[in-house]
T-cell receptor, first 113, second 114 residues
Framework: AQTVTQSQPEMSVQEAETVTLSCTYD???????LFWYKQPPSRQMILVIR??????QNATENRFSVNFQKAAKSFSLKISDSQLGDAAMYFC??????????FGKGTKLTVNP | DAGVIQSPRHEVTEMGQEVTLRCKPI?????LFWYRQTMMRGLELLIY????????DSGMPEDRFSAKMPNASFSTLKIQPSEPRDSAVYFC????????????FGPGTRLTVT
């Protein structure tokens, strides 16, 4: 069975600062994918970033980057230069072996002005 | 391109009534997923289709829930009869059944059963 664990129910960051959200996972698949989704108060689920397990290079999308540690089964999200619009729930998700994604419980990020 | 379209955005109904939620996936996507999100249980996968065929319905809570995908551009999730514990946000998501497998979500339907 695949599992995703987000150990930080809530995090806060000052505007313009950097914050890292943690995610660990477990899978027996050798070919899998990891994602971070953002859910702002509007409740729309928005794909933030994607990482394929076979790629050693960490994915980056503008101010969002990941630290993918395959051996440790860790997939953290770093948000640089945090903005008020980054305030949201962030979900880590794991896919592989089938079409399904397994989601973590989420981390609520607050951005303080 | 239009994203995943869901209707209605909000639904309020009385216990015992039939509820039908609708979804139009992104054109060209051949996998469709129905999720339910609550504070207590988080995001749960109810059922997913590939090429209009139900592949895994193990998340459907009980016989009151049913889902159909009559063609590649339309799916419904029906609850009959509805109960207060069905109150949740229901999401539809679609993906292209390829290696990337990221799913794109609709805006969700907030269902309230009184």
């Amino acid at each position: 069975a695949q599992t995703v664990t987000q150990s930080q129910p809530e995090m806060s960051v000052q505007e313009a600062e950097t914050v890292t959200l943690s995610c660990t996972y477990d899978t027996s698949e050798s070919d899998y994918y990891l994602f971070w989704y953002k859910q702002p108060p509007s409740r729309q689920m928005i794909l933030v970033i994607r990482q394929e397990a076979y790629k050693q290079q960490n994915a980056t999308e503008n101010r969002f980057s990941v630290n993918f540690q395959k051996a440790a089964k860790s997939f953290s999200l770093k948000i640089s230069d945090s903005q008020l619009g980054d305030a949201a729930m962030y979900f880590c998700a794991l896919g592989g072996g089938s079409e399904k994604l397994v989601f973590g419980k989420g981390t609520k990020l607050t951005v303080n002005p | 391109d239009a994203g995943v379209i869901q209707s209605p955005r909000h639904e309020v109904t009385e216990m015992g009534q039939e509820v039908t939620l609708r979804c139009k996936p992104i054109s060209g996507h051949n996998s469709l997923f129905w999720y339910r999100q609550t504070m207590m249980r988080g995001l749960e996968l109810l059922i997913y289709f590939n090429n209009n065929v139900p592949i895994d319905d193990s998340g459907m809570p009980e016989d009151r829930f049913s889902a159909k995908m009559p063609n590649a551009s339309f799916s419904t999730l029906k609850i009959q009869p509805s109960e207060p514990r069905d109150s949740a946000v229901y999401f539809c998501a679609s993906s292209y059944s390829g290696r990337a497998r990221e799913q794109y979500f609709g805006p969700g339907t907030r269902l309230t059963v009184t």
